[in-house]
């Protein structure tokens, strides 16, 4: 299965907000025709209601060849069973969600219903995102390959070995963007506080985390020798890294604290 599949029996997209609109933006701009998306969603922004062929908030066909989930996690026990009698079926529901677990989407839309739980990331709408994928049973080869068909055309797609991962992908690359957007807050922020006019150290950091990420994801070096090649001994970024890398309070524990307190949320999200 493929796009071609998608582009042939449909795509229903269950909300459509912040990580809705960054998939659907990155499958438009890849060649996906708006007449093969129906868009369900109560508030629909008015970038959704420009799209021309788009089917936004009509009737839905009986059998699309997947349903996206991307509604909030706390909403979902109300807008998902509007879409049950697609469950039991050839349909391929695909959520979204943080937290909740493919128990709860076989609870309410039928344990014969293939389901794949996905953990996309919102640079998706630029082609960059990564999504991570695990299937219920009823998810067979060709509904993985078409899952993965789909998200892989907004960026990378990894496979899980197991749901009990979910947690930590969500911490890291799900939630990821924003942990790295507020380092480019928190850099420009201390450049202006030691004297740069604002627009410049947000231009400096802005560049530097995103020619610094490209970097990191085309070297032949990892992370931490790129790291090195960085920092002369005895240098300004060794005095800088002495502070960030600190054992007791740097950054590691920093992240660490970080990343435990989204899984807590993401367990009780599913609770
Ligand atoms: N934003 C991210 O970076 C990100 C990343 C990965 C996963 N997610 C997951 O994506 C989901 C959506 O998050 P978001 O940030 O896009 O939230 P959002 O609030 O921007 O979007 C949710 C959308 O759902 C719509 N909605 C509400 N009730 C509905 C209903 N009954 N039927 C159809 N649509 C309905 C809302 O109008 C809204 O447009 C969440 O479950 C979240 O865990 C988000």
């Not at 922020?189 to 740069?196: I, M, P, Q, S």
């Not at 990420?213 to 990892?222: I, K, R, T």
Request: charged share 15%; aromatic share 2%.
């Amino acid at each position: 299965m493929n796009m071609n599949d998608i582009e042939k029996n449909g795509l229903v997209l269950l909300g459509c907000g912040k990580m809705g609109s960054a998939m659907l933006k990155g499958w438009l701009d890849g060649g996906l025709p708006p007449a093969s998306v129906w868009v369900s969603d109560p508030n629909p922004s008015d970038w959704l209601v420009g799209i021309k062929g788009l089917n936004l908030n009509t009737d839905l066909p009986s059998a699309p060849a997947v349903v996206l989930v991307a509604v909030k996690p706390q909403m979902m026990a109300d807008a998902l069973p509007t879409l049950a009698a697609m469950g039991n079926g050839e349909t391929l529901f695909i959520s979204v969600a943080a937290g909740i677990t493919i128990a709860t989407y076989e609870e309410l839309l039928g344990s014969r219903t293939p389901i794949v739980r996905a953990m996309p990331n919102t640079p998706a709408a630029v082609g960059r995102g990564i999504t991570a994928i695990i299937g219920n049973g009823l998810a067979t080869a060709d509904h993985a390959e078409l899952a993965e068909a789909l998200l892989s055309s907004v960026g990378q797609v990894v496979r899980l070995d197991s749901e009990d991962q979910m947690g930590a992908v969500t911490a890291i690359s799900g939630c990821g963007p924003a942990y790295t957007f507020h380092l480019i807050e928190a850099m420009a922020a201390a450049g202006t506080a030691k004297g740069l006019n604002p627009d410049l150290a947000l231009t400096l950091a802005r560049a530097t985390v995103a020619g610094a990420g490209h970097l990191a994801e085309n070297s032949e070096e990892d992370p931490s020798q790129l790291r090195v090649n960085v920092t002369s001994p005895n240098g300004v970024t060794q005095a800088a890294l002495e502070v960030l890398m600190s054992d007791s309070d740097g950054f590691p524990p920093l992240l660490l604290r970080a990343v435990e307190a989204a899984i807590n949320r993401d367990r009780e999200l599913g609770e």
